[in-house]
């Protein structure tokens, strides 16, 4: 099968799908789950609702004929992290997919009617734990989107001059710590730091009172490069696996602080939450889309011809303390697409200076914010610094999260009736320790 046809709308598989699964055939996003059986970390594949279990595949030969697994197999899918896999190169996670793609087809019945095969390697995703898909040696953090850019340098400084003198120039980022990266699902406690707010003489430490979500995308780097290399921006996707859900959680008033002179540090580093499944950049390539007009234009070494960004709706709702799981109130709707610096040119300008990618690391997009009042990406956006609280439906109002409050992060991709979906990313605020 072309590689160009596992994109193709037509393409339908055995497996039945619920109306509008964020997981057709056409998506077969990647993942790491724990056996139930307690059998360890295996890689899978979403397909529905079930993760398809790779490595039993593999142990059952589905994969033999794959010249670029040859070397790893069956090992390379009883893994704790996609990073094994993606250290094999692009030709092997493109094998792997379209192979899968091959299997789950409605007319290839090699999986379909082995009623043993089946049983082993269809797992219910309800039924399994899933794991942080990659080990990041080392993560950065950065600030693309010119709305969010915008109204933080209204709320903190001259509404005038909202943007720095920097930030029309190049993809504004800072290198954050990758041990406080959990999987989705995973609690985040409130953290302890320094605060002090405008009218307090000191400052004071405790419980962050100001604890936000950001509402990012998250890139997985697939392809290193040698310490001192650089990585031209018309090269850069090709470095690029795949793409995560992804929420920055932030302590604002931590932040506020601190981050005169040097930047973020523990406003920031006390948590984020990545997704369990990483849709990759080929399962997008139907959905690319031309981002804002950059003015001035970048350096030559950040032109880049063609459509680099992607058509992602993404939405983040919450549920608030001590209500119901189905009590979601949606707080904000936006696009990836309005982002104005692109992956490929992020990734271009982390590199220029010779600084080596690592297989697994992870790229955040910064806060994902739209032109409208509904399509805000954080709580201090959309509350105005506390200026303007929400209200929900128990009656309660947040200027920043609670104890309790649980995020929920979605996203998808849609086009011809194919679902690109991403899943989730959710997480709930404990009580500082």
């Not at 690319?288 to 880049?304: F, I, K, N, S, T």
Request: include cysteine; proline fraction near 8%; charged fraction near 20%.
């Amino acid at each position: 099968m072309p590689f160009s046809a596992l994109n193709d709308p037509a393409l339908r598989s055995w497996i039945d799908l619920r109306p509008g699964s964020d997981f057709p055939i056409q998506n077969l996003p990647f993942g790491v789950l724990e056996h139930p059986e307690g059998h360890g970390p295996r890689l899978c594949v979403a397909i529905g609702d079930y993760a398809l279990d790779l490595y039993a595949l593999a142990q059952r030969g589905f994969f033999d004929e794959i010249d670029e697994l040859e070397k790893g197999l069956p090992w390379v899918f009883r893994r704790g992290s996609l990073n094994h896999l993606l250290r094999l190169g692009r030709p092997a996670w493109r094998a792997v997919r379209q192979r899968v793609s091959e299997l789950l087809r409605h007319d290839n019945p090699a999986l379909r009617d082995d009623a043993a095969a089946v049983r082993e390697c269809l797992l219910r995703q309800a039924d399994v734990a899933m794991r942080r898909p990659v080990k990041p040696a080392n993560y950065t953090d950065f600030y693309s989107s010119i709305e969010h850019a915008t109204n933080v340098g209204t709320m903190f400084r001259d509404p005038a001059n909202a943007l720095l003198p920097n930030w029309r120039h190049l993809p504004i980022g800072y290198h954050g710590r990758t041990s406080s990266i959990v999987v989705s699902g995973t609690p985040i406690r409130r953290p302890h730091g320094q605060r002090k707010a405008p009218d307090e003489a000191a400052p004071t430490f405790g419980p962050a009172r100001q604890l936000d979500f950001e509402l990012e995308m998250a890139f997985v780097v697939g392809t290193g490069t040698a310490l001192g290399s650089t990585v031209p921006v018309a090269e850069a996707e090709s470095h690029i696996f795949g793409l995560a859900l992804f929420n920055d959680w932030s302590a604002r008033d931590l932040q506020s602080w601190e981050y005169v002179p040097l930047g973020p540090f523990l406003g920031k580093n006390f948590g984020s939450s990545l997704a369990p499944w990483v849709v990759t950049l080929d399962a997008l390539e139907p959905f690319r889309v031309a981002g804002p007009a950059q003015e001035p234009q970048p350096l030559p070494y950040l032109q880049l011809a063609g459509l680099h960004n992607f058509d992602v709706q993404l939405e983040v709702a919450l549920v608030p303390a001590g209500g119901p799981a189905t009590a979601e109130t949606r707080l904000s709707r936006t696009n990836f697409g309005l982002m104005y610096w692109n992956m490929a040119q992020q990734l271009a300008h982390h590199a220029s200076n010779g600084c080596n990618l690592e297989v697994g690391d992870l790229y955040a997009s910064g806060t994902i914010s739209g032109p409208t009042s509904d399509s805000l990406g954080s709580l201090l956006e959309i509350a105005w610094r506390g200026t303007r609280p929400v209200q929900l439906p128990d009656g309660t109002e947040r200027k920043f999260l609670l104890d309790g409050d649980t995020v929920i992060m979605r996203g998808f991709a849609e086009k011809g009736g194919v679902r690109i979906g991403f899943g989730e990313v959710r997480g709930t605020v404990l009580p500082a320790a």
